[in-house]
Every structure is written in C-alpha cells, then in structure tokens.
C-alpha cells in the first residue's frame, strides 16, 4: 500500500452515530471541579491499514509481603505529595511523582485496595445512577454499557487496561461471552484479582498478567487484541501518549479502544485556587501524579493513530441521583436497603470508626505501616470530588 495512503487512513477522523458505527467516544463530565474537571468514557476506533502481518524506579529496602504489598512504599507515598495544594503545585513536585509514577501508584494501592474493597466493591469506579437503581447495580450497568457500546462478543480477545482486582474483566466477560485479559502492575491486586476469578469459577475466560501499561508491546506483541477498554485508570500513566500509542499498538487494525478517564475539563483555570484546590484533593486522594486536560487527551489519541468517533456528555442527562451520592455520606439518599451500608461507611461517624480501625491494625502490624496515612489521603479526595460535584461551573 501506498505509505502516504497508509498514513492518510490512520489519521482520517470521521464522525457517525454511535448505533452506526463500531466506534464511540463518550465523554461523562462528573464535575469533579466546580464544573471544570470531567470523567471521560471515550471508545475510540482503530483504523484499518494494510500492514504486514521506562520510568526511574526507586530501590526497595524491604521486600515485599507475601501478598505482593511492600510496606516501605505504602510508607513512603505521602511523601510525593504536598498537603498545602500551594506548594504541591511546583514542578519539581509534579516531576517527581511522574518520573517515579509506578512507586507513586503502587505505594497508593498497595495501601487503599482494601479500603476500596471494604468501602466501594470490586469495581474501582464510578457511575450514573437510576432512581431506586442498587449500588452495584449501577456499577455493573455501567460496565455493560461500555462492552454494548464496544460491540464485545463471544470469541474476542479483550485487554482490560490497568484492571484493579478484575471487577470489571469478570462482569464484562459474563456480559459479553469475550476473553478478558486483565493487566495491571500491582502484584497485590493481580493476586487478588485471579483469587476472585477462581472463586466465580470465570479462570477459563478471564486471566490476569503483571505488566507495565506503558510497554505493552513488549509483552503482547503488535495486533494481538481485538478490542481493549481501560476504567479509571489510564489517568496513572506519566503521558497519555506514553499509554494510549501502546494500546494502540497492540490493538488489530480496525480494533475498538473504550476509556473511562479522569481528565478536566477544557474550562479548568489553572490560575484559579480553588480549583487547583479540589484537583490537589483529587490527586493526594486517588494515587494520581498529575491531573491532565479534556483537550491533553484528546490530541492524545489523535496523536498516537486514533479515530474519535463521538463524544458525549453523559453527565449533562437528566439523572434524578448525582454520580457522587456514595460518597456524600448522607444516608437519606440510599436508593436501596442494600445501599445502607454503603453509604454508611462514608458518613462522619462511618469514616471515624473505619480510619480508628485501620490506625489499630497498623499498629498491631496486621496491615502495611502508612496504610492509615493513605486512607486520611482518600477521605480527602471524596470531598473534593463532592464539593467540585455539586457546583457543576
């Protein structure tokens, strides 16, 4: 094939309805900032093309518990971070934190995956919400929304992009009848993740590798996956390019990419306080080295070869329950019986008995030393993502 051709077809963006096309892009503005941070779901298309068929890391001077966590960079995560978001702003900060990205996402989820566990589910992400809709409920619509909106069928070889421990995989896998492979760089939640999988009896279908998202074709090879998907995750990644160019790369020409991300919103005014207040809150509080525009990820995909397809606002629907009720602590609004309790674990007294719970067991050695410094870190985060939530600027 011509290469000019060749190079006109993996750049040429084309827009269709999504019950038209194969590919779409999504973008669910959460409001994480007062109107100025967004959630994306983005599904995006590879295009079809004619072709023939590394971060510093730091040294650990402990090594890692049986289970895969290592309490020295659970210990040390609160370290890359400011609490004064004035001073977190600098860029030596920011430069620390995404030249020792996967220390800095390690250290947080060899510390908060438990607490998530505990206090959200198996599925490490947010959704919309049907009036008298249950919480998990929501969460696994939310997961069938994407697989339906990607088209994922019997037979495709799927890879899940930094897959927590397997919620997702082993809900779209059932969804869909598709193989998920789940990837992810924490030994703790990998672990974790195939203990699930085994228990739901889903091995055969669903498996999970340790592996670093930014060197995918390392470890799959070019054209090895039918479709891939990535839920709240990517946003880790030191550079959007560093993650997206390798999924595409290990995507099949005419390959389907679907992203749930957390980016801002092309509105976010770096120059404001309060907003870089609420994303300092959002960082410290979810393992993030840098919060990245709506705009940044976008000429991200386009960038590396993808088509954008469509995009929509799904926050901007008329849902009667708002995305961050679970985190508001107020147990009026639970949409179910089951939800109580849910909803009460983020209430004052909820978060007081879980973060004296989580400070004895530190104590008694039972969980990693910083663990308890990591869960102070996510009570921060859930205000900010409810106070940037209900101002919707």
């Known amino acids: 094939m011509d290469s000019r051709l060749q190079k006109d077809l993996r750049r040429r963006a084309t827009w269709k309805s999504p019950l038209k096309s194969n590919a779409i892009w999504v973008t669910i503005s959460y409001d994480y900032l007062p109107r100025v941070a967004s959630w994306e779901y983005r599904i995006i298309d590879k295009p079809f093309a004619h072709t023939l068929p590394q971060p510093a890391s730091i040294e650990m001077a402990h090594e890692a518990a049986t289970d895969g966590r290592v309490e020295f960079r659970?210990?040390?995560?609160?370290?890359?971070f400011e609490k004064d978001h004035a001073k977190d702003s600098t860029m030596s900060r920011q430069d620390d934190r995404l030249e020792n990205y996967t220390e800095v996402v390690n250290g947080y989820y060899d510390g908060a995956t438990?607490?998530?566990?505990?206090?959200?589910?198996?599925?490490?992400?947010f959704s919309r919400f049907y009036?008298?809709?249950g919480f998990r409920q929501s969460l696994a619509r939310h997961e069938h929304?994407?697989?339906a909106q990607m088209k994922l069928k019997p037979g495709m070889k799927v890879l899940d992009v930094g897959c927590g421990v397997g919620g997702p995989a082993?809900?779209?896998?059932?969804?869909?009848?598709?193989?998920?492979?789940?990837?992810?760089?924490?030994d703790f939640q990998v672990g974790r993740a195939?203990?699930?999988?085994?228990?739901?009896?889903?091995?055969?279908?669903?498996?999970?590798?340790k592996g670093d998202f930014i060197k995918l074709s390392d470890q799959f090879g070019e054209n090895s996956f039918d479709a891939a998907y990535a839920i709240e995750a990517t946003v880790h990644a030191p550079t959007f390019e560093s993650v997206y160019s390798q999924i595409f790369s290990v995507l099949k020409p005419g390959g389907v990419f679907g992203v749930y991300e957390w980016v801002m919103t092309d509105k976010y005014d770096a120059s404001d306080p309060d907003h870089r207040r609420i994303a300092h809150g959002i960082q410290i509080g979810d393992g993030i080295a840098e919060m990245r525009t709506r705009t940044d990820a976008r000429?991200?995909?386009?960038?590396?070869?993808?088509?954008?397809?469509?995009?929509?606002?799904?926050?901007?629907?008329?849902?009667?329950?708002?995305?961050?009720?679970?985190?508001?602590g107020d147990l009026g609004k639970a949409q179910t019986i089951g939800d109580y309790g849910t909803v009460l674990r983020t209430t004052k007294f909820g978060m007081w008995a879980t973060s004296t719970a989580v400070w004895f067991l530190e104590k008694l050695g039972m969980v990693p030393r910083g663990t308890w410094s990591v869960g102070e870190m996510m009570k921060m985060s859930a205000s900010a993502l409810v106070e940037g939530g209900r101002k919707k600027y």
Do not use: C, M
């Not at 607490?115 to 992400?125: D, R, T």
């Not at 000429?299 to 679970?326: M, N, S």
């Open 170 to 186: 082993r809900e779209i896998a059932r969804f869909s009848g598709a193989h998920i492979t789940g990837l992810n760089n924490n």
């Open 114 to 125: 438990q607490l998530y566990e505990y206090g959200w589910a198996q599925s490490f992400h």
């Open 194 to 209: 195939r203990k699930y999988t085994a228990d739901a009896r889903l091995s055969d279908t669903v498996n999970f590798i």
């Open 74 to 80: 659970v210990a040390n995560y609160a370290g890359y």
């Open 299 to 328: 000429k991200a995909l386009v960038t590396v070869g993808f088509q954008i397809e469509h995009d929509e606002d799904l926050a901007d629907r008329p849902d009667p329950v708002p995305w961050y009720y679970p985190l508001e």
């Open 145 to 147: 929304y994407l697989a």
């Open 131 to 133: 009036k008298g809709e």
